[in-house]
């Protein structure tokens, strides 16, 4: 049973950055492929970035390419999403997850596990 803990979130202003961390307990992450999606009150929770590491892939929503980063720290069993150039949008719950397959997806229920979330607020 894998355990995945997200932290770094916080309020933050316009043009500021943040870095997310998700934490994995459990079962060593860099074989599979992980993801950050996001929630805002009252919309659908969406894909922001993904990564299968060992193979050195990435995927990004639209909204934050050139903006956000994802990595993965195998030593550390932890995933982190750098935010640059934060924007009032940007604010949700953020999530980390990961399936037990090394392939890059955007779609929520391609993956098996889910962090409990931490949130994100950007100011104007």
């Known amino acids: 049973q894998v355990q995945l803990v997200e932290s770094g979130g916080g309020l933050v202003q316009a043009g500021d950055s943040l870095r997310l961390s998700c934490a994995a307990s459990g079962r060593a992450l860099s074989r599979y492929g992980l993801a950050w999606f996001r929630q805002a009150p009252a919309k659908e929770r969406e894909f922001v970035a993904a990564i299968t590491w060992n193979v050195g892939s990435t995927a990004y929503a639209d909204s934050v390419k050139g903006r956000f980063t994802i990595s993965g720290d195998g030593a550390k069993n932890t995933v982190y999403l750098q935010m640059n150039s934060l924007k009032p949008e940007d604010t949700a719950v953020y999530y980390c997850?990961?399936?037990?397959?090394?392939?890059?997806?955007?779609?929520?229920?391609?993956?098996?596990?889910w962090g409990q979330g931490t949130q994100v607020t950007v100011s104007s």
């Open positions: 997850a990961v399936q037990w397959r090394a392939r890059l997806s955007t779609v929520a229920r391609a993956y098996d596990s």
